[in-house]
């Protein structure tokens, strides 16, 4: 080889060696028309060879296909000249594994054969996407089971609601596990069953793929609800101390006191001192707030704390109470029932459920009557402004800002898609804020 072969073999491999550092440092900018995944940013490095489930591509015929209706894994392998012997001998060997009675029609499989002269090698059977399993069909009879391996894919989200959150996540092909995260980061702040038209979301998140395929939600590493009070973020951090989502001052998003004692279709009746009572007909105050639900609904402690009541009687039917510190209590009337272990005495947990929505005492329809006490008095908890938690400790807090200080811009930068013009898609979805 002389100088300038070299030479230029050199600068070859340096070029080669720039563009391999570019394609694993650069963030891909795939801007679809949606406004959709418009950031994504491969973690995993390719291999070498591409193996195919484990086995060297090269040293093996593969026929590939997929298990047809009324077909036996007999049919199969007979096929494939793998004597009936083994054929029995692999339905004892695999059962603990994953039982050859199992297979199902239309999945896919694969035959892999050194030598297709003689019998095959290995079946190979995907259940799903998540998995598949090797049954070896030589020397030695087993079934083994792998997982594929996930590739964790940053990707980045947006929408405008129009009608509801679920018809405009649909709409922008979004996982519904992507919003069960969203609302479990915003939760306490955002009421999900009551979004606005004109309301604006973005989200950052990890998404789980098995080659082209997502197949689920990672982290959700960032949020920014726009509604008509503003920015609503949060954060996801984890450390020793910490872990869960936080706003932009380093404090928890979980707060004391659930929103709301259930998942409602609508407020039937808000917190009035004067108001018509619907059955009784007369003036008396409404000093609780209505949660109209399907009968059966559960019913959840807002907060941590101890059951003083589990009673019954005419006005409130089945009725819970719940001291949750020296300041406030809660009360849950009008259930067809009680959780089982709910009675006097017992500690409950924030989002344990305590009962079952019915229309027990004075009631005209299944709903929940929530009662809120602060310092004996009872108030209209959806305007009270509780004290928002402690930020992190001041240790911490500078290494939350660090990473906030990474997450924000990238949040702050998802363009939103524009409103679309839906005005005439069902309503049906409007009440759902919430996904069961
Ligand atoms: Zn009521």
Redesign the pocket.
């Known amino acids: 080889m002389n100088i300038k072969k070299t030479s230029s073999w050199i600068v070859i491999t340096v070029i080669l060696l720039l563009i391999g550092i570019a394609m694993l440092s650069r963030s891909i900018i795939n801007n679809s028309n949606g406004g959709e995944n418009l950031l994504e940013e491969s973690i995993q490095e390719e291999p070498e060879i591409d193996l195919y489930f484990g086995f060297h591509p090269d040293s093996f015929f593969i026929f590939k296909d997929t298990i047809s209706p009324n077909e036996f894994l007999a049919d199969i392998l007979l096929r494939h000249k793998v004597p009936y012997s083994i054929i029995a001998q692999l339905e004892t060997a695999s059962r603990d594994v994953f039982s050859v009675r199992r297979l199902r029609a239309n999945r896919p499989y694969s035959i892999l054969n050194r030598d297709t002269t003689d019998a095959a090698d290995f079946f190979i059977y995907q259940p799903g996407p998540l998995r598949y399993i090797v049954y070896s069909l030589k020397d030695s009879i087993y079934a083994e089971e792998f997982q594929n391996p996930i590739d964790t894919v940053i990707r980045t989200g947006a929408g405008t609601i129009d009608h509801s959150l679920w018809v405009t996540m649909r709409r922008n092909d979004m996982n519904p596990a992507l919003i069960a995260k969203m609302e479990d980061a915003l939760a306490w702040t955002i009421d999900f069953h009551h979004v606005q038209p004109g309301d604006k979301f973005k989200l950052f998140f990890e998404d789980l793929m098995i080659g082209d395929e997502s197949v689920g939600i990672g982290r959700l590493l960032g949020a920014n609800f726009i509604n008509r009070s503003g920015d609503n973020y949060a954060i996801y951090y984890e450390s020793e101390n910490y872990s869960g989502y936080f706003d932009l001052e380093g404090r928890p998003m979980k707060r004391a006191f659930l929103r709301a004692p259930v998942r409602y279709t609508r407020i039937s ?1 808000g917190f009035n001192p004067r108001r018509m009572h619907p059955v009784l007909r007369k003036v008396r105050p ?1 000093l ?3 949660y109209a639900a399907p009968h059966g609904t559960e019913i959840f402690s807002v907060a941590d704390g101890t059951v003083t009541r589990a009673a019954y009687n005419s006005g409130n039917g089945n009725y819970v109470r719940i001291r949750h510190d020296n300041t406030y209590e809660t009360q849950y ?1 009008h259930m067809s029932r009680f959780a089982d272990g709910i009675r006097p005495g017992v500690r409950v947990r924030q989002g344990q459920i305590i009962g079952y929505v019915g229309a027990t005492g004075l009631a005209t329809g299944p709903h929940v ?1 929530f009662r809120f006490w602060k310092n004996g008095v009872q108030v209209d908890h959806r305007r009270l402004n509780l004290p928002p938690p402690e930020p992190m400790s001041d240790e911490e807090l500078p290494i939350f800002h660090k990473h906030r200080n990474r997450i924000l811009p990238i949040v702050d930068a998802i363009p939103i898609p524009e409103e679309q013009d839906e005005k005439k898609q069902s309503n049906m979805f409007t009440s759902l804020g919430w996904l069961d």
């Open positions: 009746s409404h609780g707030t209505d009337l009557c």
